[in-house]
């Protein structure tokens, strides 16, 4: 009888489940901090630059949206939609993470603490940019800029899954 207990303990050590890693399910509003409300812009410009006539158009700058440190180095899982940064015909390996499809490249961005920049552990092999997924990985609170938003936190060695 010990022998089984002894061979069955061995087995749960050494099974890929024993030591899989288990991420914190959030949303979008756990990326803000309690009572927080962002601020609308008193004129909003859904445009930024050269305009047919000539006119460069800028949107207005506000300040940085604050960030949750305490997320800070937890394992996180995140549903959302792509913004591509790193990527080829065949795959992506960075982008932002949105909350709604779209966010970062015909709109204004959203705040700040609604992007998160994405690394991924292995490049994604998709032909759905647009489909909504699940990200899971390490979160760092820390601001990344890129050209198309700026994140306030970064998820790292990060996985994919689809998002049903």
């Not at 006539?53 to 960030?67: H, N, Q, S």
């Not at 940064?85 to 993470?97: D, H, P, R, T």
């Not at 705040?111 to 998709?126: D, F």
Request: charge should be negative.
């Amino acid at each position: 009888m010990n022998t089984r207990r002894m061979i069955l303990l061995v087995m749960l050590i050494i099974s890929p489940l024993a030591h899989s890693e288990t991420y914190k399910e959030v949303g979008w509003d756990d990326l803000m901090p309690k009572g927080w409300i962002p601020v609308a812009p008193e004129e909003p410009a859904f445009f930024e630059g050269e305009t047919s006539d000539g006119r460069i158009e800028t949107l207005p700058k506000g300040d940085v949206a604050p960030i949750v440190k305490a997320l800070d180095t937890q394992k996180l899982k995140l549903p959302g939609y792509m913004i591509p940064i790193k990527f080829n015909a065949m795959s992506v390996s960075e982008f932002l993470l949105v909350p709604y499809v779209g966010a970062c490249t015909h709109t204004p961005p959203p705040p700040e603490n609604q992007i998160v920049y994405v690394t991924l552990k292995h490049p994604l092999q998709t032909d759905d940019l647009w489909a909504p997924i699940w990200v899971s990985g390490t979160m760092t609170a820390k601001v990344s800029m890129t050209k198309y938003a700026t994140a306030g936190y970064h998820l790292t060695d990060a996985l994919t899954e689809v998002y049903d």
